[in-house]
């Protein structure tokens, strides 16, 4: 299990302690948050659950999800009903969602700049509205995946790939790199469009591989806004810093 955290600087800060969950008699309830389903051989049959505030047994899960799933879930822990003393294990777990969210984006590598240039610049990407971080009380990237909130105005049944791209030219005078979240349709829909919000997952591994630098990744994240007058897409960043993952422990 990889330990790491993330510091968006334009933003407040991400609490990494328990101070200020609901604390009731002798549980804590936490607030949904990011959370991707594991195992331990050290434990064989018991699945657990990767947050930004710790490991927790999740046997609850068995039957409904799997390991690698990604959830975005609120959960409590029951300190007088605990059985066993090597960890401890969450009930009450809500996802969210109404299914897991594992594999639900792509990155795309630089390795192909013509490729990554041409599906940044098609027209068939869509506005973004904005970009949400999940909120104050869970960090984004858990366990090598990063959890995106995207807002954009779609109908419920509007279907969409979203792929986060990069390119090798594509970066700072810092040679900080720039990632661009590009969403398109991937169905025809005639129902009638709001502001909706869905959770998405991208797999960070290979990218981080590719980018990490003393223990730490950083880039910006841009997504489209509209066209220009010459039709061409205008992309922002969803921060006016760059976003900075510290790797507490390699990341392989």
């Known amino acids: 299990m990889k330990s790491l955290k ?15 969950l609901e604390d009731n008699g002798n549980f804590t309830s936490y ?4 959370a991707v389903v594991t195992s331990f051989e050290t434990y064989p049959g018991v699945l657990f659950i990767s947050t930004s505030y710790g490991v ?45 969210l594992n594999e639900s984006g792509i990155v795309m590598l630089p390795h192909n700049s013509d490729s990554n240039v041409s599906y940044i610049d098609t027209a068939s990407v869509d506005s973004i509205l904005a970009i949400q971080f999940l909120n104050n009380y869970s960090s984004p990237y858990v366990d090598n995946h990063l959890f995106l909130s995207i807002g954009q105005i779609a109908s419920n049944n ?13 970066c700072d005078l810092e ?20 502001e909706t919000y869905r959770t998405q997952v991208f797999d960070m591994l ?17 997504y489209k806004v509209g066209v220009d007058g010459n039709g061409n897409n205008i992309y922002q960043s969803a921060t006016s810093s760059p976003i900075i993952i510290v790797l507490e422990s390699d990341t392989e």
């Open 206 to 222: 290979s990218f981080v591989n590719e980018y990490k630098k003393d223990k730490e990744i950083k880039f910006y994240l841009k």
């Open 175 to 194: 040679k900080i790199p720039y990632l661009y979240i590009c969403a398109k349709k991937t169905n025809t829909s005639s129902a009638a469009v709001k």
């Open 6 to 20: 993330i510091i968006i600087l334009t933003l407040s800060g991400f609490l990494f302690f328990t101070s200020c």
């Open 56 to 100: 927790f047994a999740a046997n609850e899960l068995k039957g409904k999800y799997n390991v690698g799933d990604c959830l975005y879930c609120s959960f409590k822990i029951n300190y007088d009903s605990q059985p066993s003393r090597y960890y401890q294990t969450a009930s009450e777990i809500k996802n969210i969602q109404d299914s897991p």
């Open 158 to 170: 509007q279907e969409y790939e979203y792929k986060l791209v990069s390119y090798p030219d594509s």
């Open 31 to 34: 607030p949904a948050n990011a």
